[in-house]
């Protein structure tokens, strides 16, 4: 859940040399000069204060795969989805698509859009920006951790974390019942979360949780309950990375098999 805030910087203004004599008008014309350059940067000061919403848009429906025998599976979200702080065969996209081949299905590993620290715009800024070769048959979507760990406001997540969920369903062909949306894991419960306080990140937690969960229902996809799962960190620390903030395996493996019992009754 790393924050990299972006430097702005501003350039000092440059002295007048050589001027010993200057008008009226142009003392005029240089002090309006100076206001509107201190109103602009002071309106982009402003603006910086809260993340602007990321433009979503439609995006192009990609073709389907030329080899349709083979299934594919887009993960789309953050830390949790890329997996921070485990190896990769303990990546949840991972497991799920080893426990569907190990059922007999012929599917391809995991294509994964996810980065730590990512929120809903930032993840949709990356959509936006993917050249897709084709479409998916399941897409998961896990979003959302950042915008609380940041303080974003709630109607900016639900925003941005519809437009995310839009674009899902347009990468799954159009077929919202083939895109699978994961709550937001708890991370009160973790040794990182202890030291805070977890019982205000708990209830915000469960605010973004509700929002996206009206989404999914709105829009017709499957809503897959890990937060429960994620709690049981609290009394488990084998469930909990070596970060002490993200979950290990094991708890990946958890939310795995029901994923993979979700997408069995998409696919088969």
């Not at 040399?17 to 000061?45: H, P, Q, T, Y």
């Not at 439609?58 to 599976?73: C, G, N, Q, V």
């Not at 969960?213 to 017709?220: A, D």
């Not at 094991?250 to 939310?255: C, D, G, Q, T, V």
Request: include cysteine.
């Amino acid at each position: 859940m790393e924050h990299q805030s972006s430097a702005f910087e501003i350039q000092p203004w440059l002295n007048y040399d050589g001027s010993f004599f200057v008008s009226e008008n142009m003392i005029r014309i240089r002090c309006l000069s100076m206001m509107i350059k201190i109103a602009m940067v002071s309106l982009v000061l402003s603006c910086n204060k809260q993340p602007a919403a990321i433009a979503g848009g439609t995006i192009a429906l990609p073709p389907l795969p030329t080899d349709t025998s083979l299934r594919h599976y887009l993960a789309l979200g953050d830390s949790y989805t890329i997996g921070e702080s485990v190896p990769i065969v303990d990546r949840y996209p991972v497991i799920t698509t080893g426990i569907l081949k190990a059922g007999g299905m012929s599917i391809a590993e995991p294509e994964i859009i996810a980065r730590t620290g990512w929120t809903t715009g930032e993840l949709q800024a990356a959509i936006n920006s993917t050249s897709f070769k084709f479409s998916y048959d399941i897409v998961t979507l896990l979003i959302g951790v950042n915008n609380q760990y940041r303080g974003s406001s709630i109607d900016l997540y639900r925003q941005e974390f519809g437009q995310n969920l839009k674009n899902a369903i347009q990468l799954a062909r159009g077929k919202a019942d083939h895109v699978i949306v994961l709550s937001i894991p708890d991370y009160s419960v973790t040794p990182f979360g202890q030291h805070a306080d977890p019982e205000k990140t708990a209830t915000e937690l469960a605010a973004f949780n509700q929002v996206n969960k009206e989404i999914s229902e709105t829009l017709g996809v499957n809503y897959l309950d890990v937060t429960s799962d994620s709690k049981k960190a609290l009394n488990d620390p084998s469930m909990v990375a070596g970060d002490g903030l993200h979950y290990s395996g094991k708890m990946y493996r958890l939310w795995a098999e029901k994923l993979a019992a979700i997408i069995k009754t998409k696919l088969l």
